[in-house]
């Protein structure tokens, strides 16, 4: 059994925008994977208020990576209706 832990920091003018493609697109598709047994979605806490966490658990290795080794992921064409260039850079 293997356990991935993805993290992400998100701006706060975005995390609404996030949290809802992150539920309806990520979440999803990840329970749907071949050898997904679980997934659990956390939000931010006081004390990390940008940080999301996705811990998901696997069958195995290859199923974790979806059969790529493990330096391939998955990722979401995700575009964000706000301009990162306007943004401050987090600490």
């Not at 920091?9 to 949290?19: G, I, K, N, R, S």
Request: charged share 20%.
């Amino acid at each position: 059994m293997i356990k991935r832990i993805f993290s992400v920091v998100v701006y706060p003018e975005l995390q609404e925008e996030f949290e809802d493609k992150f539920h309806n697109l990520a979440l999803p598709d990840t329970l749907s994977s071949h050898g997904c047994l679980s997934v659990e979605i956390s939000k931010p806490t006081s004390c990390n208020p940008n940080t999301y966490l996705m811990v998901s658990e696997w069958e195995s290795v290859k199923a974790a990576y979806f059969g790529e080794s493990e330096r391939s992921f998955r990722f979401y064409p995700i575009t964000f209706s706000s301009s990162f260039s306007s943004l401050p850079v987090l600490p």
